[in-house]
T-cell receptor, first 115, second 112 residues
Framework: QQQVKQSPQSLIVQKGGISIINCAYENTAFDYFPWYQQFPGKGPALLIAIRPDVSEKKEGRFTISFNKSAKQFSLHIMDSQPGDSATYFCAASRDGGTSYGKLTFGQGTILTVHP | NAGVTQTPKFQVLKTGQSMTLQCAQDMNHEYMSWYRQDPGMGLRLIHYSVGAGITDQGEVPNGYNVSRSTTEDFPLRLLSAAPSQTSVYFC???????????FGSGTRLTVV
């Protein structure tokens, strides 16, 4: 049972372009939506996160857009750079009681930014 | 600060053997989790803990045991290794005040 579906599986973008990765979730109880970035041989690292009380959050070149009614959220990377080449994971969790910390991850997107 | 430390980094086991993957964090985080990462499947939660003495199952707990006797340590035990447990295992920790999880660098396990 995949509660968070991520697309595309892989993405190739030219330097300076916009990278867009999409995720859809099923569990309406989810209320925390982080994105993680993973480089080869390393563990995932938190990139940016959003809660459903806002529709957009921006940190530098990275923006999360959130659509609660559609149960979708996406990551936009503006002015993509070769150093952004990595695997990106969306995730979702509930913030409450013993459910806290039970992150459900998407399948991952391998981003390649060509110079 | 070392963050989240996982040992070993690589391990090869024979089917039926048991072993313990070690995880330690020095950030006084209450929450700790174990994930496995397989190609095309993202990261799947095996077990997690909200504090010393408290553990719960995740999405794929079968074949794994955990205990949390201290805040710092959260070992993952494979009872009888199977080829299906070949994977990369990540330990992660978080505090209630900061929702972001800090991941270790992983243990690559091969079961032959």
């Amino acid at each position: 049972q995949q509660q968070v579906k991520q697309s595309p599986q892989s993405l190739i973008v030219q330097k300076g372009g916009i990278s867009i990765i999409n995720c859809a979730y099923e569990n309406t109880a989810f209320d925390y939506f982080p994105w993680y970035q993973q480089f080869p041989g390393k563990g995932p690292a938190l990139l940016i996160a959003i809660r459903p009380d806002v529709s957009e959050k921006k940190e530098g070149r990275f923006t999360i857009s959130f659509n609660k009614s559609a149960k979708q959220f996406s990551l936009h990377i503006m002015d993509s750079q070769p150093g952004d080449s990595a695997t990106y994971f969306c995730a979702a969790s509930r913030d409450g009681g013993t459910s806290y910390g039970k992150l459900t991850f998407g399948q991952g997107t391998i981003l390649t930014v060509h110079p | 600060n070392a963050g989240v430390t996982q040992t070993p980094k690589f391990q090869v086991l024979k089917t039926g053997q048991s072993m313990t993957l070690q995880c330690a964090q020095d950030m006084n985080h209450e929450y700790m989790s174990w994930y496995r990462q397989d190609p095309g499947m993202g990261l799947r939660l095996i077990h997690y803990s909200v504090g010393a003495g408290i553990t719960d199952q995740g999405e794929v707990p079968n074949g794994y045991n955990v205990s949390r006797s201290t805040t710092e340590d959260f070992p993952l035990r494979l009872l009888s290794a199977a080829p299906s447990q070949t994977s990369v295992y990540f330990c992660a920790s978080s505090s209630r005040a900061n929702y972001g999880y800090t991941f270790g660098s992983g243990t690559r396990l091969t079961v032959v």
